[in-house]
């Protein structure tokens, strides 16, 4: 199956950058969309940032001018790049991966990361 690695968590101070990355590997076929989740202590989990085939981006507005998501399609890669952190940008961030396999490549599943904690300190 489809299997999701995050690379990149850790501590930074207010203000300063973290990048993420999730890359994705197995049995695919294609990925369709590729997206960054955050769950905060005591919250829900909410999406921060998501792009799709073509290139088009979406951001939460909390992170809006502050987070880029991009994605290297030849190494089934997404990345994070989260500047001017805030201590309210600390949570767990999860990879989330739009994708067909090989064995059923038409019909796209979802695809979870295995998260990792970034944490923003004052």
């Known amino acids: 199956q489809v299997q999701l690695v995050e690379p990149g968590g850790g501590l930074v101070q207010a203000g300063g950058s973290l990048r993420l990355s999730c890359a994705a590997s197995g049995s695919i076929f294609s990925i369709n969309a590729m997206a960054w989740y955050r769950q905060g202590p005591g919250k829900q989990r909410e999406l921060v940032a998501s792009?799709?085939?073509?290139?088009?981006?979406n951001y939460a507005d909390a992170v809006k001018g502050r987070f880029t998501i991009s994605r290297d399609n030849a190494k089934n890669t997404v990345h994070l790049q989260m500047n001017s952190l805030k201590p309210e940008d600390t949570a767990v961030y999860y990879c989330?991966?739009?994708?067909?396999?090989?064995?059923?490549?038409?019909?796209?599943?979802?695809?979870w990361g295995q998260g990792t904690q970034v944490t923003v300190s004052s």
């Open positions: 792009i799709i085939s073509g290139g088009s981006t």
């Open positions: 989330n991966v739009k994708a067909s396999t090989i064995m059923t490549p038409i019909v796209g599943a979802i695809y």
